[in-house]
């Protein structure tokens, strides 16, 4: 303990004082006795034992003084060195990613972060404000801005850890606009800087990093993955990528489960910082669930287990109605793992079911059910065209797009294509300056992909792009691939899975064990599960209809869960992680409230013994 | 005082009981009269005590004219003289004797009354000193008017019959102003013309100390037995608190602050002076005899003074 005020100690000389007018205030009661003689005896024995015996068991004077000494010490505001750093409105952003939940500092860093956070909130003057930012797959503010330190330990004490990656640009950019206008405001961020910031964050909120977490020791599924073994075959196989972000080599087992029979152990022997990526064989002609687990001693769970969900192997349909395109039909023919069908528009018959249905110049009254590939194709209530025009230059190609992958237009020409109005279900993939030529979207539960001109009147068939993008289109409007996308999503993503029957509610059971019943608004197409904070395998029942979806982290940044000492803050920032800073904890109003309690003790003391 | 003046001193029960009863000296003891107790002197009784031979000028009365017939030779009997004893009670009448609860007189005056009785019952004199005011009145030689003030004496009366006069002496008494132990007994010493029992009542809470005095009726031969009569409230007090005591004989006053937790620390120093008492005493054969005034008379009359073989 240490004093803000030392000199006022100098009040203690006044005890003294207090102690020679109580000598002097002594009222005596008068007694007449037989005889003195045996007090003098008395008193002159006390005296040779006790030179201050008249001070001696006299409640009263020391209860004085005890009053006086209390006051004194409030005088001299004494305080106990903690950590703390004052400032007027404090926004603490706690990061509740799953590499939060590392077990290096028990029980977790998360409990630490939370163990920080209130120990700042228990530094607050009581005019400052503070608020919390849960950060998870999205920021949440479990606290708003509130000055009972009360709230603030009881709001923290409760936040749980998610199974997620974090938001934490998005966390960034609430705390700044939740500060705009707040005079002498500061971030506080408790985290183990698992995350990258854009570089174009705007950094004028002073940040404080309290960084958490001791090491590195932590392997982790990056990637899992059910696919076709080859183009041509029917077979599957399971990718499974798995990185090591310890800091030392680490050895363990890799072990696959299909519905729960284990079908391969692989032992892994993996250097620091290294990738791996294993694949296997899977007989799979039923589907089910596959799991990866990695039996290894790391810091983190959360990582070392994935799931995903596996459809039966099955050769997507694709019928092309086609007056005659030689071109087309090849580029077609040569995708073997499609089983193609041809006819004449004409023939075109509404009620049969193809995975992909591709319209070559020809626009039909109804359009079967699947997608479609339009080329030179207007759907009246699809697309609205506004006419034509002659030689469009390709002035934008959407790059990354699944659609131009390994696709160059840089030597296509086109002698005409039809002028659209963009439509809100898709992006343009490649547009001339006045209009698209190739829109890919989702329109209701299908998918399109749109060519605005006709491939005779252009050289590309005679470019080594079209096969290839013919390759990327029948790929992307495979319905299985879209499936495959729904039943596996990251957690704290929106898993969205398509409805057969119109159902009013459903019901989700989590991988924790809850059940929650949702409601659905009418005439809805699909179910939209977004509490996916919890990895593992969520089952949806809507009706009949029984669906199970997988969430996985699988999050490279998150299984990287060495703690940063400092991290990348804007375009040049740095924030170096530092201990709360010293602060003084006063207890002068604890001893101003203990001397008024004992002035209470004394002043019913003095009543009792005068009555 | 009140219950002093309202009951009696003695009932007639217990009277009789103390009728029974003897004060005995622990040296043979010379009187002025004849009276029932042997004393060293030879004289004229029944109890033989030896011969000697015969010298011219002796009484022909004592000579043993049956030894002259067979001896031939003249010797005379000796017979033990039997005297009274002669108990002169001291009674400390000072301002703080009138003190207690019950009152440290009334017990001094019962227990004297009870003593005084006893020695008349046995054909002894018994005279009595209050000593209190200087201005000391004797009574009349045979106590037949005796003064009430504090102070007087009772001249030595002889008879149960007398022993109204010793009970009217002591009722008579009234504590006023200060003992002065020393001075009183001492003075009282010198009026002592011979040896007897002394037996002195007081508190002994004189400053000016008491020794003396006890010292002076030793050298005059007598046999003393002091009662040391203190009240519960001196042995030990029943209040606490910051006080202005004030001495009922002197007035003189002193400051103490007596909490509840020093009445050990009193009642040791209390002790501490009775012990000291005590072996004065001891030293001087002098016998003590510790008496609060809460005691009933009747035990310290009947089972302590017979226990230390001053009564039997």
Sequence with gaps: MKFLAPIMLLFALTIPVVIALYLLKLKRQVRVVSSTFLWRRFLLDSRANAPFQKLRRNLLLLLQILILLLAVFALARPFFPTRAKPSAFRIVLLDASASMQSADVPPSRFEAAKSQAIDLANSLRDTDRMMVILVGSQPSVICPATSSREELRRVIRVA????????????????????????????????????????????????????????????????????RASASSAETEIFLAVENASDTPMHFDAELYFNDQLVAVRPLAMKPSEEQTLVAPLNNPSGGLVKAVLRAQDDLAVDNIATVVSRPARRPTVLLASVGNSFLERALAVQRDFDLTRIAPARLDKSQHYDIIVLDDTTPDELPSGNLLLIRTSPKDMIEIKGSEKLPVISDVKAGHPLTRFVQFDNVDIAQSLQARLPDWGVPVVESKKSPLIIAGQHGLRRIVWIGFSLLESNWPLRLSFPIFISNALRWLDPASDQDRMLQVRTGQTARLPLSKNVTTFTVETPDGRKLSLELPPKAQEIAVSQTDRAGVYRVKAG???????????????????????????????????ALQASNLEIWRWLALSAFAVLLGEWWYYHRIAA | MPETQNRPLLTPAFLRQLEQLQLVARRVLKGQQHGERRSRARGHSVEFADFRNYSVGDDFRYLDWNLYARLEKLFLKLYEEEQELRATLFLDASESMGFGNPVKLDAARRIAAALGYIALANFDAVGCVAMGTPDEAASDA?????????????????????????????????????????????????????????????????????????????????DLCVFHILSPEERSPDFSGDFRLVDSETGAAEEVSFPRVRRTVYEKSVASWCASIRSFCRKRGILYLPVGSETPFEDVVLKTLRKTGALK
């Design chain 1, 544 to 578: 009949e209809q029984s669906l199970q979806f997988c969430a996985n982290l699988l999050n490279a940044e998150e299984t990287r869960n060495k703690p940063r000492e400092k991290i990348e803050f804007g375009k040049y920032q740095v924030v170096e992680g530092g």
């Design chain 2, 142 to 222: 045979d106590g037949s008017a005796p003064s009430v003030t504090s102070g007087a004496v009772l001249r030595p009366i002889r008879s149960r019959k007398m022993s109204h006069r010793l009970f009217d002496f002591l009722m008579n008494i009234h504590p006023a102003g200060g003992a002065e132990l020393n001075a009183g007994l001492r003075k009282h010493a010198l009026s002592v013309q011979r040896g007897g029992v002394a037996m002195v009542f007081s508190d002994l809470l004189e400053p000016a100390g008491f020794e003396n005095g006890l010292t002076a009726l030793q050298s005059r031969g007598c």
């Design chain 1, 160 to 227: 749980q850890p998610q199974d997620t990656g974090a938001a934490m640009e998005d966390a960034w950019r609430l705390a700044v606009s939740l500060a705009r206008d707040q005079p002498d405001t500061e971030a506080h961020l408790f985290s183990d800087g698992a995350f990258t910031l854009a570089p174009d964050l705007a950094t004028h909120l002073p940040l404080k990093y309290h960084p958490v977490g001791a090491r590195a020791r932590n392997v982790g599924i990056t990637g899992l993955e059910v696919r």
